[in-house]
Nanobody, 125 residues
Framework: VQLQASGGGLVQAGGSLRLSCAASGFAFDLHGIGWFRQAPGKEREWVSCITVSRSDASDYYSDSVKGRFTISRENAKNTVYLQMNSLKPEDTAVYYC?????????????????WGKGTQVTVSS
């Protein structure tokens, strides 16, 4: 099982980035995926997750990103995306994607596994 996040970079406040999480080694369409982030000196925090559904997945967001970030999945490409708009300096962090170990959405990082290597997002003011 492998997940790899990509798409990070340096952007000015108010800008946008789209992160991708490419997955392999498991039945992608049968598992939820979560995004987390970790800023220097802080705990890793949940950002968003998307559940599994062959016809219509459900998405969830932390209060800090709701209305600015959008998670989506493309099962044909085994990829989950995180579209980040109206970025703020406080969004600066390393972003990780991970495989949900549960059959329902969770904000607890203990409920996720197969963490991918993160991608750095830096938002300048």
């Amino acid at each position: 099982v492998q997940l790899q996040a990509s798409g990070g970079g340096l952007v000015q406040a108010g800008g946008s980035l789209r992160l991708s999480c490419a997955a392999s080694g498991f039945a992608f369409d049968l598992h939820g995926i979560g995004w987390f982030r970790q800023a220097p000196g802080k705990e890793r925090e949940w950002v968003s997750c998307i559940t599994v559904s062959r016809s219509d997945a459900s998405d969830y967001y932390s209060d800090s990103v709701k209305g600015r970030f959008t998670i989506s999945r493309e099962n044909a490409k085994n990829t989950v995306y995180l579209q980040m708009n109206s970025l703020k300096p406080e969004d600066t962090a390393v972003y990780y994607c991970a495989l949900s170990l549960l059959g329902y959405p969770s904000m607890d990082k203990a409920d996720y596994g197969s963490w991918g290597k993160g991608t750095q997002v830096t938002v300048s003011s």
